[in-house]
């Protein structure tokens, strides 16, 4: 494909995915080998949003990811159009506990809330709602822009995000404090066992 094609499909590629991409997994998906070509065509079309004052924007986040998002001057305005993420009482804890808890390992999740938390933490991920990065023998998981819009936060500050939703664990889930509170015991051997055979 040429320039313009390849540009219009790592815009498609930022557009769907809903949460922060890195050049390799850009790469990935859409079979463009060059990282160094995909982070140029990644500047053009952000470039061309801010030319043409756009209400979207495409931004580096998270050190090496770049993710397409409404700009803060404007989502304010328009969050309460978003459509709400249907989510289960479990996954919402779960949710709520990566908030908090942010950047926590996903094995310290499915301590606190069971083998189930991975199938919380996949659904979440294709949400756009958390990021999870390879951390030793686990994933590192935090929330996203995507989730900062969503739940009226102006930007994805974890410290901002951690207070509001220490709030909300202490206010609704509190079966989950008492587990924060009770520390976590020496449980190594099990979260191996669950990780292997869960992952």
Same mark, same amino acid.
């Given at each position: ?42 500047? !053009? %079309?952000? =470039? @061309?949003?801010? *030319? &043409? ?12 990811? /770049? ?61 756009? !709602? %958390?990021? =999870? @990065?390879?951390? *030793? &023998? ?12 969503? /739940? ?48």
């Amino acid at each position: 494909m040429g320039l313009i094609e390849d540009k219009a499909l790592v815009e498609a590629a930022l557009f769907v995915s809903g949460r922060p991409l890195n050049l390799k997994e850009l790469s990935r998906a859409l079979g463009i080998r060059s990282l160094d070509y995909l982070e140029k065509l990644i500047e !053009l %079309i952000a =470039a @061309e949003y801010e *030319e &043409r004052k756009s209400a979207i924007e495409v931004v580096k986040v998270l050190g090496d990811k /770049y993710v397409m998002q409404v700009k803060q001057e404007y989502s304010g305005r328009v969050i309460h159009l978003m459509p709400r993420p249907d989510l289960r009482t479990g996954e919402l804890k779960t949710l709520a506990l990566i908030a908090y808890l942010q950047p926590i390992e996903q094995s310290k999740v499915v301590k606190l809330r069971g083998s189930q938390a991975y199938e919380h933490v996949r659904k979440l991920l294709e949400m756009g !709602l %958390i990021y =999870a @990065e390879p951390y *030793e &023998r686990t994933k590192l998981l935090g929330t996203t822009p995507k989730f900062a819009e969503l /739940y009226g936060f102006p930007e994805n500050d974890p410290n901002i995000i951690k207070e509001a939703f220490g709030k909300v664990v202490h206010a609704e889930y509190s079966d989950l404090i008492a587990k924060l509170e009770g520390g976590d015991g020496d449980q190594n051997e099990e979260e191996e066992s669950i990780e292997k055979g869960e992952e």
